[in-house]
């Protein structure tokens, strides 16, 4: 039977990606950032896990405001690399997981979830800078990867309450899949950070610390937020902590939280990694 054994939530800060790409882990600037990564590379290693369903928001690569899916699954065989206006990221393209992810299709929309069926996608830094975080500049990436990509740029976003309840379903969909798949689920995205307005540059860094132990203890309260309460606390962008939540609601509610790692600012953003153990 398939299993999830990790849930691990991390930012994808575009400019990390670049660092990585670059050379440039051991600046000065970056190295902190990077020396926390260490601890979650050693342990995904050991892990192994197969397949990883990698929940993130697109940048406008595959989906522009003319149509933008709530929820959107890439069931692929092979997911190339957007070029997101400097070419793309000289990383692996990612392989996908077609017969997972089809099953996940079935049992979503069973579980009465609508979902966007990508049978074409181009992923961007969303998906691969989570990838370069846990695994560096391999050679191939040693996971599938199943794209869940959700809407957090156009309102109406989902709420952090749905979120978690999909990520509940995602759990009962893995449950009833005969495959022995050791499954890894990524919630990415923030932490705090504004873009744009009389805010730009916001970071909370109280609010991103407290999150790890509220996603450890009690998530409930996270889904309790507003997407005004998001948006107040964490920056514009940083509602895309709701999407941690999906991973949260994936695992166990006894998950043991095994790492957290955070760093301010990487760029112009709060920067967070936790690995949950749910083996």
Not at 78 to 91: K, L, N, Q, S, W
Not at 159 to 186: F, H
Request: net charge negative; charged share 20%.
């Amino acid at each position: 039977m398939a299993e999830i054994i990790a849930g691990i939530g991390t930012s994808h800060v575009p400019a990390i990606g670049a660092a990585i790409d670059h050379g440039k882990t051991e600046d000065p600037y970056w190295k902190p950032l990077f020396d926390g990564y260490k601890p979650a590379r050693r342990w995904m290693a050991e892990a192994a896990p197969d397949v990883a369903i990698v929940v993130y928001n697109d940048h406008a690569s595959s989906f522009f405001l003319d149509r933008v899916p709530t929820f959107a699954i890439g069931v692929a065989d092979r997911f190339p690399i957007a070029d997101e206006g400097y070419g793309p990221r000289a990383v692996p393209a990612v392989e996908g997981a077609p017969e997972l992810a089809w099953h996940l299709v079935d049992a979503l929309v069973d579980d009465e979830f609508d979902m966007t069926i990508c049978q074409e996608l181009e992923v961007d830094h969303g998906l691969t800078v989570p990838l370069s975080i846990l695994y560096d500049q391999p050679v191939s990436w040693p996971v599938k990867v199943i794209p869940l990509a959700v809407n957090v740029i156009q309102y109406p976003t989902p709420t952090a309450r749905r979120c978690y309840k999909l990520g509940q379903a995602i759990r009962r969909a893995i449950a009833s899949y005969p495959g022995s798949e050791r499954i890894a689920i990524l919630g990415t995205g923030g932490m705090s950070h504004q873009l744009q307005g009389e805010r730009a540059g916001f970071i909370n860094q109280d609010f991103d610390r407290a999150f790890f132990q509220r996603l450890a203890d009690d998530p409930e309260s996270l889904t309790k937020l507003t997407r005004t309460d998001y948006v107040r606390n964490a920056g514009s962008e940083g509602i895309e902590l709701i999407l941690w939540l999906i991973m949260r609601g994936a695992l166990a509610d006894d998950a043991a939280l095994a790492y957290t790692h955070y760093h301010a600012p990487a760029s112009n953003t709060g920067a967070g990694l936790c690995i949950f153990d749910d083996r």
